[in-house]
């Protein structure tokens, strides 16, 4: 390593232009003092890696990070020996290894969704005045983490506490069943049915089929007095790193104040808070329209 260390002087600043060019959302450590240039070049080399998939040459990396293919050949050569880049034998590229995930796995056990959606909770309860809750899905129950009450005068129950069977009726189990694998949503269909909670429920396999594909169209759920009587929901899902759905959050509001301007208003807020909480948890920055024209090209 301090054969490493000893590389050209002129080399930092090029490999610190070609990280901000390669890695907008990062800010080079340029002018960290007391840092070590060798993990400076490491790190670099893993968020390289990831920036082109996973997989790359050594000449590729050393172009892509502006550092002489003898310096990258030192460097990977220990993240290899410590599990953090393997070896192809078929093709002689190098990937990220096995130990990103022994990382990554304990990153996301430290992750408390109810903690880090608080926030967004909040944001979207003082935006709307309505009732607010977060909502995840358990096998195939639906379960309320996290509620924030109405501040109108008049307020609605949602009827959203603790455990229930209303991923079907509800803006946030919609929210969730929407990006599951069909083999799943068949699964929660066959064992808990669709149970009508008010004369609007969607209980037809197939409306539940159409209404789906809508959501994954339009971005966000809505549950028209399908659970509650007179109580109209806005729904979004929250996602992880990997793009997966881990819950939902929806505001909750009675008919009677479900003007087609408050409506929007709700929309725009719940979008906009499982967004920055899906960013939160590493998911891909996806706009919403690139989100709709992915889920009409799948149909």
């Known amino acids: 390593m301090a054969k490493t260390c000893s590389s050209p002087a002129a080399e930092r600043p090029k490999s610190v232009t070609a990280a901000a060019k390669l890695l907008p959302h990062r800010t080079p450590p340029t002018g960290n003092k007391g840092g070590i240039q060798s993990v400076d070049r490491a790190l670099l080399i893993l968020d390289v890696m990831a920036e082109k998939g996973g997989e790359v040459s050594l000449t590729e990396l050393a172009s892509a990070t502006g550092l002489h293919v003898s310096t990258c050949h030192h460097l990977i050569s220990t993240l290899v020996a410590w599990g953090y880049v393997a070896r192809d034998p078929s093709n002689r590229n190098y990937q990220l290894g096995p130990h990103i995930f022994f990382l990554s796995n304990a990153c996301l056990r430290q992750i408390d969704l109810p903690r880090l959606a608080k926030l967004h909770l909040d944001n979207v309860s003082a935006i709307t005045g309505e009732a607010v809750q977060l909502a995840v899905l358990q096998g195939t129950d639906l379960v309320t983490l996290i509620r924030r009450e109405c501040s109108f005068p008049v307020r609605v129950d949602a ?99 479900a003007t087609s301007e408050h409506l929007e208003k709700m929309r725009a807020a719940i979008v906009g808070a499982t967004r920055a909480l899906s960013l939160e948890l590493g998911a891909p920055n996806v706009p919403q329209e690139s989100m709709a024209a992915l889920a009409a090209a799948a149909e």
């Open 159 to 257: 009827g959203m506490s603790g455990k229930s069977n209303a991923a079907h009726a509800t803006a946030t189990g919609k929210a969730i069943l929407a990006w599951l694998p069909e083999t799943e949503v068949e699964r929660i269909i066959l064992e808990k049915g669709l149970t009508a909670f008010t004369p609007r429920t969607i209980t037809d396999p197939n409306k539940l089929r159409e209404d789906l594909r809508l959501v994954r169209r339009n971005g966000f759920s809505t549950d028209r007095q399908e659970f509650q009587p007179s109580v109209i929901c806005i729904g979004a899902a929250v996602r992880d790193h990997a793009g997966g759905v881990v819950g939902a959050i929806s505001a909750s509001t009675p008919v009677f104040r």
